[in-house]
């Protein structure tokens, strides 16, 4: 009987072994002691880890897995030891965080991933820790994935703050509310209450009495009907400040319950097209991304990340048509086509004028970021002397500097100065710094404008005796939709786009863009680009 006994007990230990093996999570197994020596480990860990199970068994654990984490090579600090002896001191199972741990591919080359591992302790009799199992996932593509997802919803939040665009999505089973950054800040929801949780009723409140009864019922109405939601209504806020707003949004039904997803706009200072086209985009992206909310995590993560720079771009060129075509007829009316025009009218007609053209710059501004964000911004090139494109430019900005009084002086070479360019964007990013020294330079200052050759390149330098940069201020010139306080900047305006544009359009010529500047002294940027040789 005891031989029967002991024959069955060693199949069944066989029949776990076989099982172990076999099992699809990567496993392993340490004495619970110093050097944590490997007691078995199974194919699935063998494959993760690129080692050979004969060369495991009965080894210190880190001679096997040498501590590669960046946190050690910094510190010295063995984030792994660290839970081995948790693990001891607690005696319960527990998951990690993802960590990141390289691994070397079949050619010996280190290879970055990340892990995300989780350990149980195995009891002796005496209810001591005498064995630790490790368990481990590769979760590289989901650490990559969550952090291109996230990079993307922060380029969408700048993108949206231009415009004043904010959203929400309204869980109507739940009476829960998401909104994003923009819409916070538009109805002055404190971080404190956000983090409570918002309800319908705390937008209610805000809504001006004489609206409130219009809105109530529009939203009861698209619940009831299903209709689309649309309504224009005033706002106040707790500082009892009063603001025009654009809302739209249509209930959708996932799984028995109800979502109403939407889109908001402060209209104050401009109800005009631009507003209702970029509404009107938001809001398709908004309904794909509903759409989503009981999907997979991963997957629509990254199918927002893909529609957000393409929203932009979309946007942008969309709204670049109409702007035009108010230009157009603008001009037509001011050059007589529509009759004399009195004197009173011509100037307000100049002033809408300016203003649409401004309004373009900073359209196109923004679909170029868009651009440059999607790699889309492609330079087609040819052998230019840069010398004439320069001397267009200053040619153009010239009536700026003798309306401000500026001492301008233009300096360049008797010979060509070949350059292989797109002649249109290397132009942008010229007029760009440009017109920087002209707008942050008080009346009465000095630009200089210098080019030369520096060996195997050429070097633009635009130099004034403008408001000066702090230092402090230096990383955010190149950012995007940054733009630096100081006396003149709210007199100079603009979109916080000309800067960082200018940088990716030097860059994509092989070029590079640097700044010297002393408050309240003058600044100097230079932009260096490679000679054409053939």
Avoid at 21 to 30: G, H, I, M, N, T
Avoid at 56 to 71: A, H, N, Q, S, Y
Avoid at 229 to 255: C, M, N, S
Avoid at 502 to 530: C, D, M, N
Wanted: aromatic letters at 8%; proline letters at 4%; glycine letters at 6%.
């Amino acid at each position: 009987m005891l031989q029967y006994d002991t024959v069955l007990e060693n199949t069944l230990a066989l029949d776990y072994w076989k099982l172990f093996q076999d099992l699809p999570e990567a496993y392993f197994l340490v004495e619970a002691v110093e050097p944590y020596r490997i007691v078995e480990i199974n194919k699935a860990r063998e494959k993760l880890g690129n080692v050979k199970r004969k060369d495991c068994i009965g080894r210190p654990l880190f001679e096997v897995f040498p501590d590669m984490t960046p946190k050690y090579r910094e510190t010295g600090v063995s984030e792994l030891r660290l839970r081995l002896e948790e693990i001891m001191r607690i005696g319960k199972h527990k998951e990690f965080e993802p960590f990141r741990y390289d691994i070397k591919d079949a050619e010996g080359v280190p290879r970055v991933h990340y892990w995300r591992t989780s350990y149980t302790p195995i009891l002796d009799q005496e209810k001591a820790v005498r064995y630790i199992l490790s368990a481990a996932r590769d979760v590289t593509e989901e650490v990559k994935a969550a952090r291109r997802a996230a990079n993307m919803e922060d380029r969408l939040e700048a993108a949206l703050a231009v415009g004043k665009v904010g959203s929400w999505l309204w869980d109507i089973t739940e009476n829960t509310i998401t909104s994003d950054k923009n819409l916070a800040k538009l109805f002055h929801i404190t971080k404190k209450r956000l983090a409570k949780g918002l309800q319908i009723e705390d937008f209610e409140r805000a809504v001006h009495p004489e609206d409130r009864e219009r809105v109530r019922l529009a939203i009861q109405r698209s619940i009831t009907e299903r209709v689309p939601f649309e309504e224009e209504y005033r706002i106040t806020l707790p500082d009892g400040a009063q603001r025009w707003v654009l809302a739209r949004g249509k209930v959708e039904e996932h799984d028995g319950r109800l979502f109403f997803p939407g889109v908001i706009v402060d209209i104050t200072e401009r109800r005009d097209l631009q507003a209702q086209v970029e509404l009107a985009h938001r809001q398709d992206q908004l309904n794909r991304r509903a759409a989503k909310v009981l999907q997979r995590r991963n997957e629509e993560l990254e199918a927002i990340g893909r529609s957000k720079d393409e929203f932009v771009a979309l946007a942008s060129h969309q709204l670049r048509t109409p702007a035009t075509a108010v230009k157009q007829y603008l001009g037509m009316v001011l050059q007589g086509y529509a009759g004399e025009v009195p004197e009173i009218q011509l100037d307000m007609l100049d002033k809408a004028f300016e203003s649409n053209e401004r309004q373009i710059q900073i359209i196109n501004q923004i679909l170029n970021a868009a651009r440059a964000d999607t790699g889309r911004l492609v330079m087609s090139t040819v052998v230019v002397d840069l010398r004439i494109l320069i001397k267009n430019v200053w040619s153009d900005m010239k009536p700026s500097f003798e309306q401000r009084g500026h001492r301008a002086t233009i300096n360049l070479p008797r010979t060509p100065v070949r350059v292989a360019a797109d002649q249109g964007y290397l132009r942008m990013a010229v007029e760009n710094v440009l017109n920087n020294a002209c707008v942050y330079t008080p009346d009465g200052g000095q630009v200089d404008l210098k080019l030369q050759r520096a060996g195997s390149h050429c070097r633009l330098t635009i130099s004034d005796t403008g408001v000066g940069i702090k230092k402090a201020d230096f990383s955010k010139l190149f950012a995007k939709f940054s733009r630096i306080h100081n006396p003149l900047s709210v007199q100079a305006g603009g979109s916080g786009i000309g800067l960082y544009l200018t940088s990716e359009i030097v860059r994509l010529h092989a070029g590079k863009v640097t700044v010297e500047s002393r408050l309240h002294k003058g600044t100097t940027f230079a932009i260096s680009l490679p000679l054409a040789h053939n």
